[in-house]
């Protein structure tokens, strides 16, 4: 494939610096009706909280809903940024260039808004303190660190902080580079967060050197995350369809299909909005596509071993929530568009190349992808309680509630209006890995075919 | 006597690694002349002195720390204040062993992260000679002088490799 | 940018001065006639092992061929010698697929291992006349054949192994096309018809290269597909359902993930003897082992991470079939087993290949190949042993109310370990006698794309990234 063109530096500057030199017009309008949503769901969030969780549809035997699902949602979808970022790092794939800063933004910005869910769906969420944080000697209790839902936090907490770290470190560079084309207080900010970098030899290899052990670290980092998240679940023997083993290597594959499939979906828009259609091309869709296609599989083993042994012990209680799952209304029709959307409809697809190379297509398999893996999570957590279990009086169907919705709408809104607020002052790209790109990629000839080549350091 | 410094700016990375050649060949000293680019280079590829650096002890020092502070939080804190919960024993190692996990590798992290800022010798709020034209893909070669009796020699170096322009500070 | 290619100075990671392609031919081909004393000799001791190892194997088999409680051993050598031979081949087709160059001159000793796979069907000949089917005394044991016939796991496996078996030659023998055609050019007696009847009139044409690519391509998919599935099957039908109460869904992966690892190591400790032995050193480059030794560090990660994420389950679980797999696999008789295994597959290996250092030599990279070898055929033991150790009537129970006594190996248990390894060692050395040890085209493919250059003042390589 030969897309690439030679760029020249001040050109790479003037595209990629565009939204925060020569900001677009859409961004303004764009980022006040988010704001407007955003401030909505603030105001449903308080509403929530000073009513207490009666406003939504949680209730007996179903107490994990709509919020627990969407807090794995977004836990998931930061597992791209890790995902693309490291191993396309160690691996040293060219084609990860372009895509490494909005993955890991995603990451950053997704987990905040991961963290949320458990918070208000406690319904109380200053009193989470209490058993997150070790503070209080004088009550004589410290965290119960046996129960996941301290573990959860400390891995999350982990995550944020190594990522958002790693983002800043991979972000030098290009405040250096923001700070020679600003004036005023705009330099004096890039100023004082580019820490005073040249560009010298040093430095460059601290990038370098850097960016690979970082991402060696938060690589078993990102695993730890969503296999701890899939414990909450998997270690309750009484509830069926979630004591399953396993389910850390299912949810962590599953987290990579949806996150990868939201850096598509992210660099499609990127590619769009801020017309980059030089730095992100077919090829990287391609790339992912190909990348996707084999994580989706490997997530559809994983689906196919859950079920296997799900039915492998032949006990009817666990029979007979599979049965409600795949079988009974509303759960069979949420299972069919699941199944749709996550695998049949978009991994056919990839595999021709005319797809693979469309960057609407890959736009909206991508979105399909997500629509999918929201009813994976939803499908495993609430069925599992809402099953009719002996000595249990109640066992209707959980249906969330407008305020419930009204939050999860809040989620999509707020991740927005936060990676849109980054692209006022952050590049989106990163500024020196495509001029990096410009150094070490080259044609050679073999024979009379011209090859695209890349120079690799003796490390 | 006061610190000076010159920087030549080249356009091209043939003639700036040229400058830094004659650098050497004028009898500079290694460490009192750099070269600034806009983007990585492969190493060496300025003839420059590949920098030396400890990075790696930093996330294994980190780690270490986290690594304490972890058993602290998870043993130390269970057996002041014992409560059995889920039938498990006060000392869980499986359950322990999750969290220490996680607070090694957050140590881990932020001492690589310190280790980095620190082993590109940042923050430097006063980064000396400098031209912005270096982010638009000028390559900068960098002189530093104790006495000022050498500057005419390293200008004279940097002239002859071809700078397009010598900024003094 | 313009790059000129220079003569590299000695480092790390240069890859040696290029070598003309019918240079490559002559020398490489020329590896695969003669043989010293010593190998003469390993090949002796290597066979009588085979020899007596399969001799044990049908003792035993007249001896206590209707005890399935005392066929543990040959259970966990079938698992074993799955994951040293059968995920080798895989070792060589993944990174192929990412188009690593520095896999190329090694993924013919890889492909070579599946002709290992003939060691893995001796061992469940016997083992599949054992194996109990699925109704026993009336009553059905849990398996992943719910209503199936009684000899499904039977007939299965079999077939799965067959078919690995033959995909893993077919992949060998579509890559091996062109080196063939070498042999007939370059080779002489024997070896020299061999070729030209294998060769089948390649000559290397436009044609011919696509469809050796796409070949392998597809032989390489089907080759995981079979891989995963088989490791699939061996994992839960000579495993999992031998003991009432262990449901775990890890299992297969876990299993896989290890062969993998085993796979690697595999490949690392053939390409050391190789090497040192052939005098490869001007193809075999230090950057494979470098590259190998990341792959085996992840894969030693992947290893504890599979194996807590099912412990942690059954720890926090407290079910009555919770606690009766624990006791069982790991609390159990099998405790020092199990220990020395974790030390030896992951806590020694990981401690080892987190240094730059050790993955830059050759040395200790085939010490820590051995240590994860040996350490994961203490894990096949302490694993399959106990399973197969459950009495026939409690097979079908709902868990186990009784940790039942294990079976420790007599003389003939240790002659089918021996043989076993001896035989996949004779038959991949073998090869080396037959055809060269590294692939001809793709080494002279690989000097084609990777060229030393001189960038402004500095050393790198150009590798090229044909499509």
Do not use: C
Not at chain 1, 356 to 375: D, E, K, P, Y
Not at chain 2, 56 to 68: D, K, L, S, V
Not at chain 2, 94 to 116: K, Q, R
Request: positive net charge; hydrophobic residues 55%.
């Amino acid at each position: 494939m030969q897309q690439r063109r030679e760029l020249d530096q001040v050109y790479i500057n003037r595209k990629l610096l565009n939204g925060q030199l020569d900001t677009p017009k859409w961004w303004a309008p764009t980022v006040t009706f988010l704001g407007v949503v955003v401030v909505i769901g603030l105001v449903v969030i308080s509403i929530m909280i000073n009513k207490g969780l009666g406003v939504t549809g949680l209730s007996r035997p179903v107490y994990w809903g709509l919020f627990i699902t969407t807090f794995v949602f977004w836990v998931g979808i930061s597992h791209a940024g890790i995902m693309i970022s490291a191993i396309l790092r160690l691996t040293q794939a060219e084609w990860r260039r372009p895509v490494t800063r909005a993955a890991e933004l995603l990451t950053v910005f997704s987990l905040l808004t991961a963290l949320v869910f458990p918070l208000i769906h406690a319904g109380r969420p200053w009193r989470i303190a209490y058993w997150i944080m070790p503070y209080d000697i004088s009550r004589g209790i410290y965290p119960n660190i046996r129960s996941p839902l301290i573990m959860d936090p400390v891995a999350i907490g982990t995550y944020l902080t190594g990522s958002t770290l790693f983002l800043y470190i991979a972000l030098l560079p290009d405040l250096g580079n923001l700070r020679d084309r600003t004036t005023g207080w705009q330099n004096a900010m890039y100023t004082v967060l580019a820490l005073g970098w040249r560009g010298n030899p040093r430095q460059w290899k601290m990038q370098t050197v850097g960016g690979i052990l970082l991402s060696a670290l938060m690589l078993p980092i990102f695993v730890s995350v969503h296999s701890i998240v899939s414990w909450d679940f998997a270690i309750a023997s009484a509830v069926e369809g979630w004591h399953s083993t396993i389910f850390a290597p299912y949810f962590v594959i599953g987290a990579v299909h949806s996150g990868v499939s939201a850096v598509v979906t992210m660099m499609a828009l990127m590619r769009w909005l801020w017309k980059w259609d030089d730095f992100i091309r077919p090829e990287h869709f391609d790339a992912l596509a190909r990348l996707l296609i084999v994580v989706a599989t490997g997530w559809l083993a994983f689906t196919f071993l859950e079920l296997t042994f799900a039915l492998y012990g032949q006990d009817a209680p666990e029979i007979a929530l599979r049965e409600m799952q795949m079988f009974q209304w509303p759960w069979n029709m949420l299972f069919i568009i699941f199944f749709l959307t996550a695998y049949l409809i978009p991994v056919p697809l990839w595999l021709f190349k005319r797809v693979r190379n469309n960057i609407a297509m890959m736009f909206w398999t991508s979105i399909l992808v997500n629509v999918g893996m929201w009813l994976e999570r939803f499908l495993i957590i609430v069925p599992g309680l809402a099953r009719r279990t002996p000595f249990v009086y109640t066992w209707e169907a959980y249906r969330p509630s407008g305020v419930e919705w009204m939050i999860f709408i809040w989620a999509f809104a707020w991740v927005t209006f936060l990676m849109l607020l980054f692209s006022r002052f952050f590049p989106l790209v990163p500024l020196f890995e495509a001029k990096e790109s410009q150094v070490f990629t080259d044609d050679v000839m073999i024979g009379r075919a011209k090859v695209p080549a890349i120079v690799r350091e003796a490390d | 006597m006061s610190t000076q410094s010159i920087l030549g700016l080249f356009h091209q990375a043939e003639p700036a690694a040229d400058a830094m050649d004659g650098l050497k060949e004028a009898g500079f000293k290694l460490g009192t002349f750099d070269v600034l680019t806009g983007t990585p280079y492969p190493e060496g590829a300025f003839g420059e002195h590949v920098p030396q650096h400890r990075l790696f002890r930093f996330p294994a020092f980190g780690a270490i720390i986290g690594f304490t502070l972890s058993v602290f939080l998870t043993a130390v804190t269970q057996l002041a204040y014992p409560m059995v919960t889920g039938g498990k024993p006060i000392l869980s190692v499986f359950a322990m062993l999750i969290i220490m996990y996680e607070m090694t590798m957050l140590s881990g992290v932020i001492a690589t992260v310190v280790g980095i800022v620190f082993e590109s010798r940042l923050p430097n709020m006063k980064p000396g000679i400098y031209d912005t034209r270096i982010t638009e893909g000028w390559i900068g070669v960098v002189v530093t002088f104790d006495d000022d009796s050498k500057v005419a020699d390293a200008e004279s170096v940097l002239n002859k490799a071809g700078a397009v322009e010598i900024k003094h500070a | 940018m313009a790059s000129e290619a220079i003569a590299h100075e000695s480092e790390h990671h240069a890859p040696p001065p290029q070598v003309d392609a019918d240079v490559i031919a002559r020398e490489l081909i020329a590896t695969t006639t003669g043989a010293s004393g010593r190998f003469k000799a390993w090949a002796w001791i290597l066979g009588i092992l085979s020899i007596a190892g399969i001799v044990s194997l049908i003792v035993k088999f007249t001896d206590v061929g209707d005890d399935s409680t005392k066929w543990g051993y040959v259970a966990a050598m079938v698992s074993f010698l799955l994951s040293v031979a059968g995920a080798a081949p895989m070792i060589a087709m993944a990174p192929v697929m990412a188009k690593a160059n520095w896999v190329r001159p090694i993924t013919r000793l890889a492909s070579i291992f599946s002709f290992a796979g003939v060691a893995t069907l001796i061992m469940l000949i016997p083992l599949v006349a054992i194996l109990p089917p699925l109704v026993t005394e009336g009553a059905r044991r849990r398996t992943i054949w719910y209503m199936a016939p009684d000899y499904s796991p039977h007939f299965w496996t079999t077939l799965g192994l067959v078919l690995l078996l033959f995909t893993g030659l077919m992949l060998f023998y579509s890559a091996a096309l062109p080196d063939f055609a070498s042999m007939r050019d370059h080779s002489t007696g024997w070896r020299q018809r061999l070729g030209k009847r294998l060769a089948r009139g390649w000559v290397g044409t436009d044609v011919q290269w696509r469809t050796l690519r796409k070949r392998i391509g597809m032989f390489g998919t089907f080759y995981f597909l079979i891989l995963v599935f088989v490791n699939f099957l061996i994992s839960t039908d000579f495993g999992q359902s031998m003991v009432p109460g262990w449901r775990d869904a890890i299992f297969p992966m876990y299993h896989t993930i290890s062969g993998f690892q085993a796979g690697v190591a595999g490949v690392v400790i053939a390409l050391y003897f190789s090497r040192r032995f052939m005098k490869l050193e001007k193809y075999v480059h230090l950057d494979a082992f470098w590259s190998l030794g990341r792959l085996l560090f992840a894969l030693t990660l992947l290893w504890v991470y599979f194996f807590y994420s099912s412990f942690i389950v059954f720890w926090y679980g407290r079910s009555e079939n919770d606690i009766a797999t624990l006791n069982h696999q790991i609390k159990g008789p099998m405790l020092p087993v199990f220990l020395v295994g974790v030390i030896l597959i992951w806590f020694v290996p990981w401690w080892m290949l987190i240094w730059n250092r050790v993955r830059r030599g050759t040395s200790a990279m085939v010490v820590g190949s051995f240590i994860i070898l040996i350490g994961l055929l203490l894990d096949r033991i302490r694993i399959f042993v106990p399973a197969w150790s459950v009495p026939g009537d409690q097979i079908h129970q709902k868990w186990l109310e009784v940790t039942p006594e294990v079976y420790w190996p007599n003389i003939f248990d240790i002659l089918i370990i021996a043989g076993g390894i001896s035989l996949v060692a004779l038959i991949v050395m073998l090869m080396t006698r037959v055809i060269p040890v590294l692939s001809v085209w793709q080494v002279q493919e690989f000097n084609l794309l990777a060229k030393p250059i001189k960038y402004v003042r500095g050393h790198a390589t150009l590798v090229a990234k044909p499509d």
